[in-house]
């Protein structure tokens, strides 16, 4: 099922983690329109803006799936309203800056950034968004702001 014009219900919920562990992460109806809308209004844009596909690493997570990663079963993965992905050859931070600059979006998260495409980045939307921007490293764990590694 496409979910927009360069993204797949199949690519946002692939996960190695779930097949290797037999855990069921096919999302519920209700998980797609969210998932549709997060392809919709950030992922397509960045693949249309860069002109690069946009690798996801970690979309939908079912709750079986978070416990598995040691993720909240709260997170917006579960909810179909977050992805995890890099840009291969564009750098993390610049993809970030142009998503906090152009893009509406819940949370936009750069993590474990040292520079370069490092990290990834962590997107979500919703209807109402609140435009929060992170940093998150496993020494400082979560700071306001993209600060550059």
């Known amino acids: 099922m496409k979910l927009s014009k360069n993204f797949s219900l199949e690519e946002m919920a692939k996960s190695q983690t779930a097949l290797r562990k037999g855990i069921d992460n096919i999302p519920s109806p209700d998980k797609i329109e969210p998932l549709q809308l997060l392809c919709e209004k950030v992922l397509q844009p960045l693949r249309d803006h860069f002109d690069r596909p946009v690798m996801i690493t970690s979309g ?4 079986e799936l978070c416990v598995a990663i040691g993720s ?3 997170s917006q993965h579960t909810k179909g309203q977050a992805a995890d992905f890099e ?3 564009v750098s993390n931070m610049d993809v970030a800056e142009w998503i906090a600059d152009n893009l509406e979006f819940d949370q936009l998260i750069l993590e474990c ?3 370069g495409n490092t990290g990834w980045i962590h ?3 919703v ?3 609140r435009k929060q921007l992170l940093t998150y490293d496993r ?3 979560y700071r306001d702001g993209l600060i550059d590694g």
């Open 60 to 63: 939908y997570r079912s709750p």
């Open 72 to 74: 909240k079963i709260s």
């Open 87 to 89: 840009i291969p050859g």
């Open 113 to 115: 950034y040292t520079g």
């Open 123 to 125: 997107v979500s939307y």
């Open 127 to 129: 209807h109402e968004p």
């Open 139 to 141: 020494t400082n764990g």
